[in-house]
């Protein structure tokens, strides 16, 4: 059973950067897959960045260029997510989710891993 | 960059059908795919690909697509369906992964 398990929470300073790690557990990383999604408290479900297929490369939204990197290691099936220069505006739990096979939906996500900045 | 639209809420009796529509230009020419997500909980796919439902789904949960709208219908509603639901597709802007804002089902 193909499982996705995130880093714990973390709490940040304005300004300092975040890397939350997705461990897959029961499926072999050959290449790169994982996306990132973020909800902020209360809020809905915002698309951060991931592979895209169609470009062959990894791509993130606008909103977030320059900001956020996106890596993967496949020796430990392991996917990260860097995000700097946090502002409070980021506090937000953040998810990784696995596109369906070939396709564009995501057929399973992390527990999720929150991240507060406060200062 | 491409927009989806939702109602924030529905309500529905148990028992009773409930239907979520997601707007969206033209959306009918795209694949819409469902996410149920209960309070803490991260979510999960319910139907891909406008009407397929992933093992472990239950029949009650079906889906369609035409035209400016998507429907996820959800029959016989249980008190365990009360959650968040999102509609998401992929398009060709620059920003190709799109969610709706959410739908908060409420089993009265």
């Known amino acids: 059973q193909v499982q996705l398990v995130q880093s714990g929470a973390e709490v940040k300073k304005p300004g300092a950067s975040v890397k939350v790690s997705c461990k897959v557990s029961?499926?072999?990383?050959?290449?790169?897959?994982m996306h990132w999604v973020r909800q902020a408290p209360g809020k809905g479900l915002e698309w951060m960045g991931g592979f895209d297929p169609e470009d062959g490369e990894t791509i993130y939204a606008q909103k977030f260029q320059g900001r956020v990197t996106m890596t993967e290691d496949t020796s430990t099936d392991t996917a990260y997510m860097e995000l700097s220069s946090l502002r409070s505006e980021d506090t937000a739990v953040y998810y990784c989710a696995m596109p369906c096979s070939g396709g564009s939906c995501y057929s399973l996500w992390g527990q999720g891993t929150l991240v507060t900045v406060s200062s | 960059s491409y927009v989806l639209t939702q109602p924030p809420s529905v309500s529905v009796a148990p028992g009773k059908t409930a239907r979520i529509t997601c707007g969206g230009n033209n959306i009918g020419s795209k694949s819409v795919h469902w996410y149920q997500q209960k309070p803490g909980q991260a979510p999960v796919l319910v139907i891909y690909y406008d009407s397929d439902r992933p093992s472990g789904i239950p029949e009650r949960f079906s889906g369609s697509n035409s035209g400016n709208t998507a429907t996820l219908t959800i029959s016989r509603v249980e008190a365990g369906d009360e959650a968040d639901y999102y509609c998401q597709v992929w398009d060709s802007s620059s920003d190709p992964w799109v969610f709706g804002g959410g739908t908060k089902l409420t089993v009265l």
């Open positions: 029961g499926y072999t990383l050959t290449e790169l897959s």
